[in-house]
């Protein structure tokens, strides 16, 4: 059964793909707006992709740095001067097939995703894989280092990776931090840049943010960024299997208001492979096993993983698949 659905989840993870390399986060025809890039969305979908076609998934990285190129003026910007509103930043999302940047206001100060992305490029470079290209793409990452800088991102109030109250997220502060020790291996990274970030870090771990003690996005500094200490490890798993695993997934943090229903809060389906993920890695099969079970559970009668379960009942939302959770199923059985 498990190799079946291996299967089944690559071709829904390549059905989301546009011809440029970028994924949609949902499916291509869905109406609340998932048919189009997030960056950090296709990081995740192409950590997915990586698990059976590396050279694709190099594709992507280089489509998200043909995406940043386009609006490199942008970063110019914000390296000369702090940014002083939203719209300065890197934007989060943009036109699958045009590049252009979808500019609405909203929570779109995601400095994780900038994080993310120069993780990705240096691990990869780490493992013998070339996402840089040429003297472009070097100068742009290089440049991304600088934006980190110009921003202050250990600081920097972002929406995060939920896209909601503008703080200081250790979610977003672990990205960048990872994402600078792994590209200073191709660009010049001040030791003191990310020495602030982990100072942050470690002064807010365990939790998230100050108003969130515990939050689902605390996974991504155990996996992909393993950047926290056993302890800090520890504590960000008890937290949330104790405060955030429900039957049909694991809610973002406690009170999260999106989908809730019936005062429940809404269950993620990409939080059980994920734990599952964590779990292989650190050699514990009992626990693997059970969250993959569950991750089996959720999954619609095609092998789809939705966002998530309304109230963690039997209702899913719209947002079916959603690309980063089926992506997270085939990091955890690959």
Known sequence: MKLFLKRKSKNILQALRYPTGLFAAS?????????VAWIRDNIYQAIGLEQFDAAEAVKTYQALLDVLLKHEYKIDWAIREKPDAKHKYIHARYHPITFD???????NKQNDAIGALLFKIGELHEQGLTVLRDHGDYRLVQKLVYYLESIQYWQDLDNGVWEEGEEVHASSVGACVAGLIKIQKLVYVPDELYLKGLETLNALLPRESASKEVDLALLTLIYPYHIVTPEQRDAILRNIEKKLVREKGVIRYMDDCYY?????????TMGFPWLAKIYKDLGDQKKYKYYLAKTHEVMTTNGELPELYLGDGEQFNENTPLGWAQAMYLVAVS
């Open 27 to 35: 499916s291509k025809n869905v109406s609340t707006g998932y048919n």
């Open 101 to 107: 940047e979808f500019d609405q206001e909203w929570g």
């Open 260 to 268: 809730a229903k019936d005062g429940k809060e809404a269950s993620w």
